[in-house]
Every structure is written in structure tokens, then in C-alpha cells.
Nanobody
Framework: VRLVESGGGLVQPGGSLRLSCVVS????????MGWYRQAPGKQRELVAR?????????HYVDSVRGRFSISVDNVKNTVYLQMNNLVPEDTAVYYC??????WGQGTQVTVSS
């Protein structure tokens, strides 16, 4: 299973970014897809995840709830993380994961003026 993230970059506080993660090598619907992040000197933390199947239940860490949104496109085998109203504390390397079994290489998000 291969996961490839994209969409990171430098953005000013209050700005938006959309991260994408393309999954290949295994049926996309078999996994709980999640976005995680790791800031310098900190442990990797869960940001958001989405369960497969009807309803696509989601979960967000408190610090991003209301600002971030996770979604999937089952045709494109892609999971997205829409990030709005970004703050400097969101600066981190963001990783995509399939049920915490498989991981992408990460994409850097920097929020700075």
C-alpha cells in the first residue's frame, strides 16, 4: 500500500490549504484514513480521521475542530484535509495514514507571516 501526500506549503495566518493523499495498492475502503501531524520537538498527533462506509463518520482533535475538514473521494482513492483559518500552531509535517498500518512520506505545512 502506497500513500502519497501533497498540498503543503507556506501560508499566512488565517489562510487555507488543502492536503491530498492518494492511496494505491489496496482497496481504499478497507481502511480508516487519518491525517496526523508532527511539529518540531513534539510527538506525532492525530488531527482527523474518517471511517469507511455509509455515513463516513469523522473525528477531529479539539484544536482543529471547526477549522479542518476531512473527506474522501472513493473514485480517486484520495483523502483530503481542508484546513481553514490556519494559525502558527498548525505548523508541522502532516502525514496521511491508512489505519495506522501504512504511512505517507509527509508534507510540510508552515503558517507564518
Amino acid at each position: 500500500v502506497r500513500l502519497v501526500e501533497s498540498g503543503g506549503g507556506l501560508v499566512q495566518p488565517g489562510g487555507s490549504l488543502r492536503l491530498s493523499c492518494v492511496v494505491s495498492g489496496s482497496p481504499f475502503k478497507d481502511y480508516i484514513m487519518g491525517w496526523y501531524r508532527q511539529a518540531p520537538g513534539k510527538q506525532r498527533e492525530l488531527v482527523a480521521r474518517i471511517w469507511p462506509g455509509p455515513g463516513s463518520n469523522t473525528h477531529y482533535v479539539d484544536s482543529v475542530r471547526g477549522r479542518f475538514s476531512i473527506s474522501v473521494d472513493n473514485v480517486k482513492n484520495t483523502v483530503y484535509l481542508q484546513m481553514n483559518n490556519l494559525v502558527p500552531e498548525d505548523t508541522a509535517v502532516y502525514y496521511c495514514s491508512a489505519s495506522e498500518l501504512y504511512w505517507g512520506q509527509g508534507t510540510q505545512v508552515t503558517v507564518s507571516s
